[in-house]
């Protein structure tokens, strides 16, 4: 009996130590054992630092380095022969393959069009997307439907939306690569589905 009263005096005493860390506010600092990881110098782009020999704050990248989420191969990674004599023609059959299939790219590829191109392209890649309707940008980007972009290889589509023209900002930084290219290929199949 006496094992069990103390057994719930534990239990209790437990319960209520846990709830009365759930939710508290306090106006004391946090306590930071290790502060220089807390309070570190930051520099503006640009801007000048005695720190390095140079006087640069901006880095080169370390020669003969890559970055991890850079993709070595030009023709999945920048839409580029590997020659570099023009642009894929095609989506690489690498990227259809780790997509699981050109059905599971596209479906991909409808989902990332509608986040980060629908505001400006529309639905259905007319070019009369929201941001367009009212009046943000100046001149409004052109149809997918023209036989210009619609003769463009797959490869210079992929570099486009990589690196940018003239008002559409480079979108490398936000959309991995195989996202991308599932962009392309719902493209391609706007393309056909609108096609006049």
């Known amino acids: 009996m006496k094992q069990l009263v103390l057994l719930v005096l534990v239990i209790a005493s437990a319960s209520s130590t846990i709830a009365g860390c759930r939710g508290q506010t306090s106006a004391e600092p946090p306590i930071h054992p290790l502060r220089n990881m807390f309070d570190q110098d930051r520099y503006d782009p640009q801007a000048a630092s005695a720190f390095f020999a140079d006087g640069r704050t901006m880095r080169a990248p370390v020669a003969n380095t890559v970055p991890r989420e850079r993709v070595v191969d030009p023709e999945v990674g920048q839409g580029r022969l590997a020659d ?43 070019g009369k997307g929201m941001v367009i309707e009212r009046g943000q940008f100046n001149p409004a980007p052109p149809t997918f439907h023209q036989s210009r972009l619609q003769q463009m290889p797959d490869g210079q589509l992929f570099a486009t939306i990589s690196n940018g023209v003239r008002m559409m900002p480079a979108y490398a930084p936000q959309i991995p690569v195989q996202d991308r290219w599932a962009i392309v290929s719902y493209v391609r199949a706007l393309q056909l589905s609108q096609g006049e």
């Open 84 to 126: 570099d004599s023009g642009y894929t023609l095609q989506i690489p059959t690498s990227v259809v393959e780790q997509a699981g299939g050109m059905e599971k790219l596209v479906t991909r590829g409808h989902e990332r069009y509608d986040v980060y191109c629908t505001p400006c392209h529309d639905g259905t890649g007319a």
